[in-house]
């Protein structure tokens, strides 16, 4: 089975763009979080989804927004980039997105902002 | 806010010992521990995890222990392998497991 896709793997931007961040998760799971990973850092909880309902969000600024479609893949926008969010965005599934269900990773789209 | 955190920054073990790499959390309310290990440039995959109403539990080859009376989390990893070089990060959670917060890991390396 596939695990949690991500798209793009790579991806250079320039302060002021926008950027999307797309992540499909593994089959069955409708809950998707998504998180930033700063190097040398641990990942920092940005968004959940569930039903296509945002369920949580972290401590980020409003240029960030996500979303989630019928078919439970999701998108992490990003407007009016900074050279501080250069950071591996990961993406995460579970079932549910309720307690105790373990939530499995992508393998990260690493953003460079310039 | 509060947060996990990691004692050591790095660990060195020769292959065949036994690894042990420690957290310490800071809010008593927490519900729910993970150990995720990361590989150089690989999302985070999961190890182990346990409930906050357990104090020991095993995988193959891995052990989480949870001492609540002193907000500690260990992973124990016998019979260390090359193939367990990577960061390791423990997480917890409160309420929803899908906000999990993390520390900054411990780079484990594998000597032969």
């Known amino acids: 089975d596939a695990g949690v896709t991500q798209s793009p793997t790579h991806l250079i931007k320039t302060r002021g763009q926008h950027v999307t961040l797309r992540c499909s998760p593994i089959s069955g799971h409708k809950s998707v979080s998504w998180y930033q990973q700063v190097l040398g850092q641990g990942p920092q909880f940005i968004f959940q989804y569930y039903e296509k309902e945002e369920r949580g969000r972290g401590n980020f600024p409003d240029r960030f927004s996500a979303r989630q479609f019928p078919n439970y893949s999701s998108e992490l926008n990003v407007n009016a980039l900074l050279l501080g969010d250069s950071a591996l965005y990961l993406c995460?599934?579970?079932?549910?997105?309720?307690?105790?269900?373990?939530?499995?990773f992508g393998p990260g789209t690493r953003l460079l902002v310039l | 806010g509060e947060s996990v955190g990691l004692h050591l920054p790095t660990l060195s073990v020769q292959e065949g010992d036994n690894s042990i790499i420690n957290c310490a959390y800071s809010n008593s309310a927490s519900d729910y521990f993970i150990w995720y290990k990361q590989e150089s440039g690989k999302g985070p995959q999961f190890i182990i995890d346990i409930r906050s109403n357990m104090d020991k539990r095993q995988g193959q080859r891995v052990t989480v222990l949870l001492n609540k009376t002193v907000k500690h989390l260990s992973l124990q990893i016998a019979a260390t392998q090359p193939g367990d070089s990577a960061v390791y990060f423990c997480?917890?959670?409160?309420?929803?497991?899908?906000?999990?917060?993390f520390g900054t890991g411990t780079r484990l390396q594998v000597t032969l």
């Open positions: 995460a599934s579970s079932l549910r997105g309720t307690l105790w269900e373990t939530q499995y």
């Open positions: 997480a917890e959670s409160i309420g929803t497991a899908s906000k999990l917060t």
